[in-house]
């Protein structure tokens, strides 16, 4: 497998008995990319990614994290990735300060580099005033935009971002791409699912699951015109149906 490439995927799949949850993905992820991994709830994308970030080990097939190999190299794998869940990853009875803290020594900061770190985020994302506050007591998109500032607090080359939109407004969907988008210009890749076929627009290349395959690949433009639709909805909408 060639590892030019930040991820690459060969027939990876995953099975829970007679269940085919993925079933022989094959992709592949170029550095600095914004890559988005669509379908509907149940398509197989958090399986797929659970495999990708070495919390799961694939039934069959072949991937690549920054190099390394998902069977033999998982904490090589979480040594260069960030993830945010779809639950943002944060502890809610801890501070902000204490959060960026305490994701700083778990990525193996220095004291010197989580004080330097904590002090960056606090100011980008405009927190000085809730530094002390418990994650609790902040608004949703807030959290969000912590929970992304965290998952790259040790500046991975490729962070893994699982339906990070899912349940806030609109506005604050606009604020989190604008964190993506700044992110990816440093030359981060960006790995994002979600079932907003909106967001899609805003990804370089996309892939679309149906039932756990990978059912469309390439850029949402091309998409549009291979499937003769105005946006990505009615594509996804084409899929699903066969």
């Not at 990319?33 to 799961?56: D, P």
């Not at 210009?185 to 699951?209: K, L, P």
Request: glycine residues 8%.
């Amino acid at each position: 497998m060639k590892n030019e490439y930040a991820i690459q995927a060969i027939d990876l799949t995953k099975k829970f008995g007679d269940f085919t949850a993925v079933d022989a993905i094959s992709f592949d992820v170029e550095k600095g990319e914004i890559f988005g991994f669509l379908g509907a709830n149940g398509a197989g994308k958090t399986t797929a990614i659970k495999m990708l970030i070495g919390l799961s080990k694939p039934s069959s097939g072949q991937a690549t994290i920054a190099g390394y190999d998902v069977y033999s190299q998982t904490e090589l794998i979480k040594e260069h990735i960030g993830y945010m869940s779809q639950k943002f990853s944060l502890y809610e009875d801890l501070t902000v300060l204490q959060n960026i803290r305490f994701y700083g020594g778990v990525y193996g900061l220095s004291r010197k580099r989580i004080k330097e770190k904590s002090a960056e985020i606090i100011e980008r994302l405009n927190l000085e005033a809730n530094a002390r506050k418990v994650v609790a007591d902040l608004p949703l998109g807030w959290k969000q935009r912590l929970a992304f500032a965290v998952a790259s607090v040790h500046d991975p080359a490729i962070i893994f971002l699982d339906e990070p939109t899912g349940g806030v407004d609109p506005a604050t969907r606009r604020q989190f791409w604008e964190m993506i988008y700044e992110t990816a210009s440093r030359g981060v890749t960006i790995f994002v699912t979600t079932h907003y076929m909106d967001e899609a627009e805003y990804c370089d290349r996309i892939s679309i699951m149906v039932d756990g395959k990978i059912e469309a690949l390439g850029k949402p433009g091309a998409l549009k015109s291979q499937f003769e639709a105005s946006h990505m909805e009615e594509v996804f909408l084409k899929l699903a149906r066969g």
